[in-house]
Structures are given as structure tokens and as C-alpha cells.
């Protein structure tokens, strides 16, 4: 394992001029603009590969229309993240509504209050656009809309944005170790996703579902979350002609920490077999919160 291959997540919230921890996912902070940009040089400075970005934004509506403006959060960060450290780090974006929504969801409901899956890729285009022209390098699409991929290549082509990278999470099931997150975000869901995420117990469709993406245009696929996945990880990996990644999720942290801060497990070593075994299972890179941490370790 090599740092390069592990990317932060991180997350910025609108109107807070200190960090906030989250009760959740100890050792996690809803940042603010400027100490988001020291965590993401930190970052850059122990050789991590990327940070992922994540929004809170103050105002949500029904269409999450603060995803495509650059005055909205994500973007304001994405720009000064990329200013900070573009060229050190390579600066991604997640692409979903569901933390711009004020229902949640990571789509536009139609009349019937169900995702109304082509209303959101229209959204998808021009959040997709943001995102690029705020300067992201890669971009994280996380909806699991049918076609998003397809979609957001056919904008970003259009405008010339032909070297901004997809990221599909390709094969995301429905899951319970997302729950942390929820705090992390302020989700307003209630309900679930399974309407458009994966069934837990569903294997072929994974790998389905990176593989379309692939036909579809992506660049990277992604199977989240990671530790109760990793046969769907090893078979998206043993088809995959992209990288794959994988996505150790706020669960997943917490788990391990809530475990190790009653002194039930080591830590450290817990951490460690968490990564080695998502990268024995096929991930050419991991998205976890311990990152910068563990690029610390293994340099
Ligand atoms: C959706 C998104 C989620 C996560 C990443 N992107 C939440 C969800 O699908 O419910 C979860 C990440 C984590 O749990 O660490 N924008």
C-alpha cells in the first residue's frame, strides 16, 4: 500500500468560521473554508492521492439548486481547495443532491414524491459543470441514477472539459454503515434509498452496474461500502479494464473507533488489516477517513 492510493474525504459546512465535530465519527470535523484548505495541505503533505469534497450547505430546496451555483459551497471549497493545493493533491467532488435537498433524496421527486431518475441527470449536467469549471478533477458520482455516467461525459465533452475525470460509484448498496454520514451531511432523509441503491444481497448486479458504467464512460469505477463488499469488490476488479476503488464508509470508521476507544481492539493494527484486506480484494485506491493518518505510517 502507498499513500498515493488512499484519498481523504472531507467535508465543508456554509456559514462556520471554526470547525464542528461530529458526534458520530470522532476525530472528524465539518470544516470551514479555511481549515478545510490546511487539512487538505496536511493531507497533501503526508503523499495522500486525493481529498473527496462534501457540502453542507446553510439553504436546501427541493431541486438542491445550490449544487450548481458557484456561489454554493461545494464549489466555493472546490475552488479554494484547488488553489490551495491542485497541484499537489488531486481535488475531487462528490455529484449528488442528496446533501442539497430539502428532502434528502439524491434526485428530483416527481409528483408522486418517487426520484424521478432523467429530472435529476438534467441537474447532474450542469452540477457536473460547477464542479468542473470551480476545478475539480475528478468527479465523484454518487446518485446511482441510471445513465448518470453517459450523461455527465456528454456535458463535460461539450464544454471541453475532456480531461475531468469520472468516478463512478458504480456498484453502491443500500447500507446501513452510511449512517454516521447522515450526521456528517445533515441529511434530511427519511426513508431509505433502496429505490436506486443496490440490494445488500444482490452480487451479479454489482458487477453489472461497473460494467455499464464503464460502456457508459467511466473512468474509475467504485464499490461502496467496502468491508462487507469484497467479493463484489474482487469480481468488479477481476473484469474491470479502469481502476477500481473502493469506499471505506463512515461505518466503517466509527466501528472501529467506537471498538478501539473501549480498548476491545488494537487500534492501530484494526485500521492497518481494515485497508490491507479492501486492497487485497482488488481496490487500486481507498477512500477512508484515516488517510492522512495512515500515509503517516506507512512513509
Ligand atoms: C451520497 C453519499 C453517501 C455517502 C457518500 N456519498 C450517502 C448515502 O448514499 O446515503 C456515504 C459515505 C459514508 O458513509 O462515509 N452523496
Redesign the pocket.
Known amino acids: 500500500m502507498h499513500p498515493a492510493e488512499l484519498v481523504l ?1 472531507l467535508f465543508v459546512r456554509e456559514g462556520v468560521s471554526e470547525p464542528l465535530p461530529l458526534g458520530s465519527m470522532p476525530g472528524i470535523l465539518q470544516h470551514s473554508i479555511d481549515s478545510l484548505r490546511r487539512t487538505a495541505a496536511e493531507a497533501a503533505e503526508a503523499g495522500v492521492g486525493g481529498v473527496m469534497l ?1 457540502g453542507v450547505p446553510e439553504v436546501r430546496d427541493a431541486t438542491g439548486s445550490a449544487s450548481c451555483r458557484t456561489d454554493g459551497i461545494l464549489n466555493v471549497a472546490t475552488e479554494a481547495v484547488a488553489a490551495e493545493v491542485g497541484d499537489a493533491i488531486v481535488v475531487q467532488t ?1 455529484l ?1 443532491l ?2 442539497f435537498t430539502d428532502h434528502g433524496h ?1 434526485g428530483v421527486l416527481d409528483a408522486s414524491g418517487a426520484v424521478d431518475n432523467d429530472a435529476t441527470l438534467v441537474i447532474y449536467r450542469e452540477m457536473a459543470l460547477a464542479q468542473a469549471r470551480a476545478g475539480s478533477q475528478v468527479l465523484g458520482l ?2 446511482m441514477m441510471d445513465g448518470q455516467v453517459a450523461a455527465v461525459r456528454d456535458a463535460l465533452d461539450g464544454e471541453g472539459f475532456h480531461d475531468t475525470v469520472i468516478m463512478a ?1 458504480s456498484a ?1 448498496y443500500a447500507s446501513a ?2 449512517g ?3 450526521e456528517a451531511v445533515d ?1 434530511q432523509l427519511t426513508g431509505d ?1 433502496r429505490s436506486y ?1 443496490l440490494d445488500p444481497g444482490n452480487r451479479r448486479e454489482g458487477l453489472r452496474e461497473a460494467i455499464t458504467d464503464i460502456e457508459e464512460g467511466a473512468d474509475i469505477v467504485m464499490v461502496k461500502p467496502a468491508m462487507s463488499y469484497l467479493d463484489v469488490l474482487a469480481d468488479v476488479a477481476a473484469a474491470s479494464d479502469v481502476p477500481v476503488w473502493a ?1 471505506q ?3 466503517e ?1 466509527s466501528m472501529i473507533e467506537a471498538a478501539a476507544a473501549h480498548g476491545w481492539i488494537d487500534r492501530n493494527r484494526a485500521i492497518e488489516e481494515s485497508l490491507v484486506g479492501i486492497k487485497r480484494a482488488g481496490a487500486d485506491a481507498i477512500l477512508t477517513y484515516w488517510a492522512t493518518e495512515v500515509a503517516g505510517w506507512l512513509k
Open positions: 474525504p462534501f462528490d449528488c442528496d446533501e439524491c454518487s446518485g460509484y453502491k454503515f452510511y454516521p454520514f447522515r441529511s434509498r441503491q469506499y464508509v463512515s461505518g470508521y
